[in-house]
């Protein structure tokens, strides 16, 4: 049991699979990486990612919020009369 607390315990970056043998010795075999190991290498490669990424001036952010801002109106004006269109008519056709 001793020789199992050292082997996790110089390996913390490994997972380690135990195996009993018929004789009911333990042996270890090494995986590749952890889960957790690739959760924090996938995060590692976020940020370095977003370290490259090129984000908008305070000129751009204005335009692309003021199309945004007229892009819903468009779409609520437009969603309100086709809605008022099938109201009339049903109101007409009932």
């Known amino acids: 049991m001793e020789d199992f607390k050292t082997l996790l315990l110089t390996n913390k970056y490994y997972c380690v699979n135990i195996y009993l043998d018929t004789q009911k010795c333990f042996y270890f075999e090494k995986k590749e990486k952890c ?8 995060f590692k490669n976020v ?5 490259n990424v090129r984000w908008p001036n305070k000129k751009e952010m204005a335009l692309y919020s003021a ?8 779409f609520a004006l437009y969603f309100t009369l086709i809605d008022a269109i099938i109201a009339v008519v049903k109101m007409v056709l009932v």
């Not at 199309?67 to 468009?74: E, K, M, P, R, Y």
């Open 67 to 74: 199309a945004t801002f007229a892009s819903i109106i468009l």
């Open 47 to 51: 940020f370095k990612e977003m370290k």
């Open 35 to 42: 889960f957790l190991k690739k959760i924090f290498g996938f």
